[in-house]
């Protein structure tokens, strides 16, 4: 297998008797959108200080694309673009002659970096704003333009720390799209903090849910529904044109894989082990009844989140009550 780009082990941070970051542990690798994901304080920003080497561990480690980040901070921040949630550009220079600038600190070469910069320019969207000062951009084009900042470099690793804060929704949804695309074709490995549960849904292929610096779970949307639901993470609700009986449920319940089920009138909400939506159709269409809608259901993070919390706080297993959530959302 490859070697992961991103290696936290025991990663530990204390400021006096406050532990922000708690032995964490987290493997992210290549191509893959990583969402650390947690409340105000929750630790994520001390996390990511601490992957560039901008502060150091109190135990454990940190490497990235095989640099220990902790004692060969300069070879990290040749692999690693950042983008802080407080962007800076100067306000009297154009786009591209902020580019240019970042570039030549960078030591890329003239040539090439001209060259790079219209390129980045064009790929965030803002080559008929090259020309303009950027004190007259919009926070959605300062966070195009610090993302173009970010990969002039061309990192192998970029961390975005709440990249979408002010941004109207139309701004974030290009701007995550973007991303998705980015890592996507040229295999970008990608973290991004944030504590906007549906944007690190839409984006995502990971999620790690960070609280008092500690991770109380950490996979993918599906994973953590499992983790949390157990055997029940799949739903369907079915639509039918006649009122249903508590005769059909329990036939229902005898099909394998069917976990629970829910009658109301012409709506039956089924909780199942697996992925069985057809079978439960013909089971329908077998007893002469018509279907007239058939809607999937997945968790989504808000019931996750949240459940993880309740669960957490509570030191129980989650209760009944929250297996309704599954019906809460409908594809
Ligand atoms: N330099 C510091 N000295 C002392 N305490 C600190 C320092 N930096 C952070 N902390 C504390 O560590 C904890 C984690 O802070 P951190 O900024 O990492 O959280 P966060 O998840 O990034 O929060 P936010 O979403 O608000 O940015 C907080 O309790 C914070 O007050």
Same mark, same amino acid.
């Given at each position: 297998?490859?070697?992961?780009?991103?290696?936290?082990?025991?990663?530990?941070?204390?400021?006096?008797?406050?532990?922000?970051?708690?032995?964490?542990?987290?493997?992210?690798?290549?191509?893959?959108?990583?969402?650390?994901?947690?409340?105000?304080?929750?630790?994520?920003?001390?996390?990511?200080?601490?992957?560039?080497?901008?502060?150091?561990?109190?135990?454990?480690?940190?490497?990235?694309?095989?640099?220990?980040?902790?004692?060969?901070?300069?070879?990290?921040?040749?692999?690693?673009?950042?983008?802080?949630?407080?962007?800076?550009?100067?306000?009297?220079?154009?786009?591209?002659?902020?580019?240019?600038?970042?570039?030549?600190?960078?030591?890329?070469?003239?040539?090439?970096?001209?060259?790079?910069?219209?390129?980045?320019?064009?790929?965030?969207?803002?080559?008929?704003?090259?020309?303009?000062?950027?004190?007259?951009?919009?926070?959605?084009?300062?966070?195009?333009?610090? /993302?173009?900042?970010?990969?002039?470099?061309?990192?192998?690793?970029?961390?975005?720390?709440?990249?979408?804060?002010?941004?109207?929704?139309?701004?974030?949804?290009?701007?995550?799209?973007?991303?998705?695309?980015?890592?996507?074709?040229?295999?970008?490995?990608?973290?991004?903090?944030?504590?906007?549960?549906?944007?690190?849904?839409?984006?995502?292929?990971?999620?790690?849910?960070?609280? +008092?610096?500690?991770?109380?779970?950490?996979?993918?949307?599906?994973?953590?529904?499992?983790?949390?639901?157990?055997?029940?993470?799949? +739903?369907?609700?079915?639509?039918?044109?006649?009122?249903? $009986?508590?005769?059909?449920?329990?036939?229902?319940?005898? /099909?394998?894989?069917?976990?629970?089920?829910?009658?109301?009138?012409?709506?039956?909400?089924?909780?199942?082990?697996?992925?069985?939506?057809?079978?439960?159709?013909?089971? $329908?269409?077998?007893?002469?009844?018509?279907?007239?809608?058939?809607?999937?259901?997945?968790? +989504?993070?808000?019931?996750?989140?949240?459940?993880?919390?309740?669960?957490?706080?509570?030191?129980?297993?989650?209760?009944?009550?929250?297996?309704?959530? /599954? $019906?809460?959302?409908?594809?």
């Amino acid at each position: 297998m490859e070697k992961p780009v991103i290696q936290l082990k025991g990663l530990t941070k204390c400021y006096g008797s406050l532990k922000a970051v708690d032995r964490l542990d987290l493997t992210i690798h290549r191509g893959e959108i990583f969402g650390l994901l947690g409340p105000n304080g929750a630790g994520k920003t001390t996390t990511i200080l601490m992957m560039l080497g901008l502060t150091e561990p109190t135990s454990g480690s940190v490497t990235l694309c095989g640099h220990n980040a902790t004692t060969h901070p300069l070879a990290v921040k040749k692999v690693v673009g950042y983008m802080p949630d407080n962007l800076g550009f100067y306000a009297n220079m154009t786009a591209l002659d902020n580019l240019l600038y970042i570039g030549r600190l960078n030591a890329i070469p003239e040539k090439e970096l001209h060259v790079r910069a219209r390129q980045l320019l064009e790929v965030v969207g803002l080559t008929a704003d090259a020309a303009q000062k950027t004190s007259t951009f919009s926070r959605g084009m300062k966070q195009r333009l610090g /993302l173009a900042e970010v990969l002039l470099k061309q990192p192998e690793v970029i961390i975005l720390d709440e990249p979408t804060l002010g941004i109207d929704p139309a701004g974030v949804r290009a701007f995550l799209t973007l991303i998705r695309q980015l890592s996507r074709e040229q295999g970008l490995t990608v973290l991004l903090s944030s504590h906007h549960l549906h944007q690190v849904q839409q984006v995502c292929d990971r999620v790690g849910i960070f609280v +008092g610096g500690k991770m109380l779970a950490e996979g993918s949307m599906d994973t953590l529904a499992r983790g949390l639901f157990g055997s029940a993470a799949n +739903g369907v609700r079915v639509t039918v044109t006649e009122p249903l $009986f508590d005769e059909h449920a329990k036939e229902l319940r005898r /099909l394998p894989g069917v976990e629970e089920v829910t009658l109301d009138d012409r709506i039956v909400e089924v909780a199942c082990s697996e992925e069985i939506t057809p079978e439960i159709v013909r089971f $329908f269409v077998g007893n002469g009844l018509d279907v007239r809608a058939v809607q999937p259901v997945r968790y +989504g993070l808000d019931d996750i989140y949240q459940t993880y919390f309740e669960t957490k706080q509570s030191h129980e297993k989650p209760a009944p009550a929250t297996r309704k959530a /599954l $019906f809460r959302k409908y594809e």
